[in-house]
């Protein structure tokens, strides 16, 4: 098979990042970047040498001939672009969340599906190295039967300084982070049936909310507490990692600051380091996403390639989607939904 053309549309803050990721992948290339603002997209069409910059994502579609497209926009322009490309392209990948609310993203999912396009969706937490260990050790079976866990995402990290959009979301945490969380939770500990949550905004300065609180009984009978904050003033910074405890009926695995996963059992504790690959070209602040950004591509990837099916596909996201929307209306009713 011959390297699969691709374009990204969208030359924001993560679209470099997401570029760099996709050159440490052999068997793709990038022909071709998108943007409103064509300047944004000259600049990073240098930066990374892609011979084709537009303006007008139609005209880019009708002009290149692409194996798939990644979309790399805010979320309220993931829909109509996924509509757009996939009037032209056999493969879609959106970035997280999928869509702006739940029936934008179940539209998104229908439409490709109705066109025979695979959809995907760039959902790159649970390809974090810390996360992918903790789930072979919870799944060597070395804690036994899980009865309860914790999934945290608590900073005080200035996120707004590099996105500032996000301090303009009427619904913020949840959607930018909670896409992760819940996405990390059904990763680690399977599907919800009933949840619980509480939201608050405690920096004044924004318009959504920057603390939510999940509450879950999951299919399995184990209870599982999200919770998420930016407005954590911690004794430890954690951005931009997810601290996990699982407590099982023979012990309990802790993931800690600085990749550390403590295993206890009754015979003791011992303690790994599941430090991610670091890429030179990745942000310090944020290098543990950056690292996991190639992982994610290489599934998607993969699955382009006909090698195995990805983990992330429009189908396997929406689930984690509903689940970000249905803790909204949680927390509007403040009652336990139950699906
Ligand atoms: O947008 C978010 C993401 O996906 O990871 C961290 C982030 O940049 C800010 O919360």
């Given at each position: 098979m011959g390297n699969l053309k691709f374009a990204v549309m969208g030359c924001g803050f993560w679209s470099k990042f997401q570029i760099a990721a996709w050159k440490e992948?052999?068997?793709?290339?990038?022909v071709a970047l998108y943007n409103r603002t064509k300047a944004k997209a000259e600049k990073l069409a240098e930066e990374f040498d892609v011979p084709s910059v537009y303006d007008d994502a139609e005209e880019m579609l009708e002009k290149e001939s692409l194996d798939f497209v990644d979309i790399i926009t805010d979320v309220d322009t993931h829909a109509p672009f996924t509509e757009l490309a996939s009037r032209y392209v056999k493969n879609v990948i959106c970035q997280k969340p999928m869509g702006p609310d739940l029936a934008t993203a179940e539209n998104m999912v229908k439409t490709t599906k109705d066109r025979d396009v695979n959809f995907y969706v760039h959902?790159?937490?649970?390809?974090?190295s810390p996360l992918r260990q903790f789930k072979e050790i919870l799944q060597s079976g070395e804690i036994g039967k899980v009865f309860k866990s914790r999934v945290t995402f608590c900073s005080g990290f200035p996120v707004f300084d590099n996105q500032p959009f996000l301090a303009e979301l009427d619904q913020f945490i949840l959607t930018d982070i909670g896409s992760h969380i819940l996405d990390v939770c059904r990763f680690l500990f399977g599907e919800p049936i009933d949840l619980h949550c509480k939201i608050k905004t405690?920096?004044?300065?924004?318009?959504?909310?920057?603390v939510a609180n999940v509450f879950m009984e999951m299919e399995d009978g184990s209870h599982c507490y999200a919770e998420m904050s930016y407005a954590s003033i911690l004794?430890?910074?954690?951005?931009?990692q997810t601290l996990v405890l699982a407590e099982g009926s023979e012990g309990s695995i802790k993931l800690e600051h600085d990749f550390k996963i403590k295993i206890t059992t009754r015979n003791g504790t011992r303690e790994i380091t599941a430090a991610p690959e670091m890429y030179d070209w990745a942000d310090p602040d944020y290098a543990l996403i950056h690292s996991s950004i190639v992982d994610c591509n290489r599934d998607i990837l993969q699955d382009l390639q006909d090698k195995k099916e990805s983990e992330t596909t429009g189908d396997d996201n929406i689930k984690t989607i509903r689940l970000v929307y249905q803790c909204y209306d949680s927390a509007a009713k403040d009652e336990k939904l139950k699906f």
């Open positions: 992948l052999e068997g793709v290339e990038l959902e790159n937490f649970r390809w974090q405690v920096n004044p300065k924004i318009k959504g909310e920057d004794e430890k910074e954690s951005f931009p």
